[in-house]
């Protein structure tokens, strides 16, 4: 990706740039919060809440004595507890020297090891939880399909496409060709079986009655997805869109266009486009992707970066507040185990260190999810908060997971580690830090 990219299709840089910061903020926010919350319930006083790094551009504080300030650079943020010398929580020497052991006491270096630790793990853990609660409220907005599988609404679809179809909306599918159809599982099995380009049938039930209507293949070539900073969205494919021919040749299903982006071998394909009555025409090149696998590992196919649609939305029904958390919690899993399997295989060699983005590759991503919808947005700050809570339990100095391991070390020993120990380790951390940016950055630009 070269920095000119970062001007996609759909709007400025300045989009960008803005997605970016609001995503990275909330975040933030809600990470220094934990850490403030926490220590505040463990007896631990914080001087600074403060959003972003640098001048200061508004600040106030409350009755608490603490500080809540906004910064110039929306990058980060702190807290800075009583004692603290910095924002990473170095002691301030001569200030703690002076302390009682009533004031100490709430300080991060004078609080017992227990308060100490819930405080650090706070910061991550609300991360996660933040997480969990945008899958849950995605889910809610979004609802669960009814089966057997149900028509809510007809996508909108080229009259050459629609097949003489005869679904209506409200319609219950009993069976799709010869093969029963009580839940989706069976009804993908029966879309599986159908030969490509034939007028299907369908057995209905409508208002009380069992018909056998034919309908549009049940997976024509239709967009319902696409990945932010794909080859897809850099040349502006949207959802809704619908591919009407690829290198000139017409395509019938979905699954043609799959077939033909997996054996491409990166070549440019031209794919001719319906968009709301409009035939459009775009050139890209797939990429190579590295796909996890269900075993845990790696798999590389040549794709654009969609996913394609049912020829009619399924009816919903607004699930329960537990299953909603339930599938907030599966996803959350689902993004620690992908990430952590990802890392693993790019350390080993296995797949591409290019899957690893930087600042750049993150707030085109960013800009790309707004793009989209509020939605798909919201569900960015979802995996973006998984992403940045799972990062700060790595057990590297300066992190979070780094502090949890010198208080592992002191549960273990009965002493901390020593002040020049500590100095050494959090010099080396924050050099490995500052490494693996600069590396990411790099991918930023010189990745394709």
Same mark, same amino acid.
């Given at each position: 990706m070269d920095i000119l990219s970062l001007i996609p299709s759909f709007g400025s840089a300045a989009f960008t740039l803005v997605a970016f910061v609001v995503a990275l903020s909330v975040i933030v926010t809600v990470h220094e919060y934990g850490h403030y919350i926490v220590g505040r319930w463990s007896g631990i006083h914080s001087e600074v809440f403060s959003l972003g790094f640098g001048p200061v551009l508004f600040s106030r504080k409350d009755s608490r004595g603490t500080r809540w300030q906004i910064?110039?650079?929306?990058?980060?943020?702190?807290?800075?507890?009583?004692?603290?010398?910095?924002?990473?929580?170095?002691?301030?020497?001569?200030?703690?020297?002076?302390?009682?052991a009533k004031t100490r006491r709430n300080t991060m270096h004078g609080a017992p090891l227990w308060a100490r630790s819930a405080t650090v793990a706070a910061g991550p853990l609300f991360n996660f939880a933040l997480s969990i609660l945008v899958f849950a409220m995605v889910a809610l907005f979004r609802g669960e399909a009814v089966e057997p599988p149900t028509v809510g609404t007809l996508v909108d679809l080229p009259e050459s496409r629609l097949e003489q179809g005869g679904l209506r909306a409200g319609d219950r599918i009993l069976a799709l060709g010869s093969v029963e159809t009580p839940d989706y599982a069976a009804f993908y099995e029966a879309v599986d079986a159908l030969p490509i380009g034939e007028v299907p049938f369908y057995k209905v039930e409508r208002e009380g009655e069992t018909l056998r209507v034919p309908g549009p293949y049940p997976f024509p070539p239709l967009i319902q997805t696409v990945q932010p900073g794909s080859a897809a969205a850099q040349v502006g494919l949207k959802p809704g869109d619908v591919i009407l021919a690829l290198d000139?040749?017409? %395509?019938?299903?979905?699954?043609? @266009?799959?077939?033909?982006?997996? +054996?491409?071998?990166?070549?440019?394909l031209e794919l001719t486009v319906w968009r709301a009555g409009e035939t459009l025409r775009f050139d890209l090149t797939p990429r190579r992707v590295d796909l996890?696998?269900?075993?845990?590992?790696?798999?590389q196919r040549w794709l654009i970066g969609m996913t394609g649609g049912l020829s009619f939305d399924p009816a919903t029904r607004v699930p329960g507040v537990l299953g909603a958390l339930g599938y907030g919690v599966d996803q959350l899993f689902h993004i620690i185990r992908s990430s952590l399997s990802g890392l693993y295989h790019m350390v080993i060699g296995t797949i591409s260190s290019c899957n690893l983005s930087g600042p750049l590759g993150i707030a085109e991503s960013s800009g790309a999810a707004a793009s989209q919808g509020v939605v798909s947005f919201i569900?960015?700050?979802?995996?973006?908060?998984?992403?940045?809570?799972?990062?700060?339990?790595?057990?590297?100095? %300066?992190?979070?997971?780094?502090? @949890?391991?010198?208080?592992?070390? +002191?549960?273990?020993?009965?002493?901390?580690?020593?002040?020049?120990?500590?100095?050494?380790?959090?010099?080396?951390?924050?050099?490995?830090?500052?490494?693996?940016?600069?590396?990411?950055?790099?991918?930023?630009?010189?990745?394709?």
């Amino acid at each position: 990706m070269d920095i000119l990219s970062l001007i996609p299709s759909f709007g400025s840089a300045a989009f960008t740039l803005v997605a970016f910061v609001v995503a990275l903020s909330v975040i933030v926010t809600v990470h220094e919060y934990g850490h403030y919350i926490v220590g505040r319930w463990s007896g631990i006083h914080s001087e600074v809440f403060s959003l972003g790094f640098g001048p200061v551009l508004f600040s106030r504080k409350d009755s608490r004595g603490t500080r809540w300030q906004i910064a110039a650079l929306p990058l980060g943020g702190y807290v800075r507890f009583l004692g603290d010398s910095n924002a990473a929580s170095g002691k301030d020497e001569g200030t703690l020297g002076e302390m009682d052991a009533k004031t100490r006491r709430n300080t991060m270096h004078g609080a017992p090891l227990w308060a100490r630790s819930a405080t650090v793990a706070a910061g991550p853990l609300f991360n996660f939880a933040l997480s969990i609660l945008v899958f849950a409220m995605v889910a809610l907005f979004r609802g669960e399909a009814v089966e057997p599988p149900t028509v809510g609404t007809l996508v909108d679809l080229p009259e050459s496409r629609l097949e003489q179809g005869g679904l209506r909306a409200g319609d219950r599918i009993l069976a799709l060709g010869s093969v029963e159809t009580p839940d989706y599982a069976a009804f993908y099995e029966a879309v599986d079986a159908l030969p490509i380009g034939e007028v299907p049938f369908y057995k209905v039930e409508r208002e009380g009655e069992t018909l056998r209507v034919p309908g549009p293949y049940p997976f024509p070539p239709l967009i319902q997805t696409v990945q932010p900073g794909s080859a897809a969205a850099q040349v502006g494919l949207k959802p809704g869109d619908v591919i009407l021919a690829l290198d000139g040749q017409e %395509v019938s299903a979905f699954s043609q @266009l799959q077939a033909v982006v997996a +054996e491409s071998g990166g070549r440019a394909l031209e794919l001719t486009v319906w968009r709301a009555g409009e035939t459009l025409r775009f050139d890209l090149t797939p990429r190579r992707v590295d796909l996890p696998l269900a075993d845990g590992g790696f798999e590389q196919r040549w794709l654009i970066g969609m996913t394609g649609g049912l020829s009619f939305d399924p009816a919903t029904r607004v699930p329960g507040v537990l299953g909603a958390l339930g599938y907030g919690v599966d996803q959350l899993f689902h993004i620690i185990r992908s990430s952590l399997s990802g890392l693993y295989h790019m350390v080993i060699g296995t797949i591409s260190s290019c899957n690893l983005s930087g600042p750049l590759g993150i707030a085109e991503s960013s800009g790309a999810a707004a793009s989209q919808g509020v939605v798909s947005f919201i569900w960015f700050i979802g995996m973006l908060s998984t992403a940045v809570g799972l990062l700060n339990l790595f057990p590297i100095p %300066v992190l979070d997971g780094g502090h @949890l391991v010198f208080y592992a070390y +002191e549960a273990v020993t009965g002493r901390p580690p020593s002040d020049k120990a500590l100095r050494m380790l959090m010099g080396a951390g924050l050099a490995l830090i500052l490494t693996v940016m600069v590396f990411a950055l790099s991918n930023d630009i010189f990745c394709p």
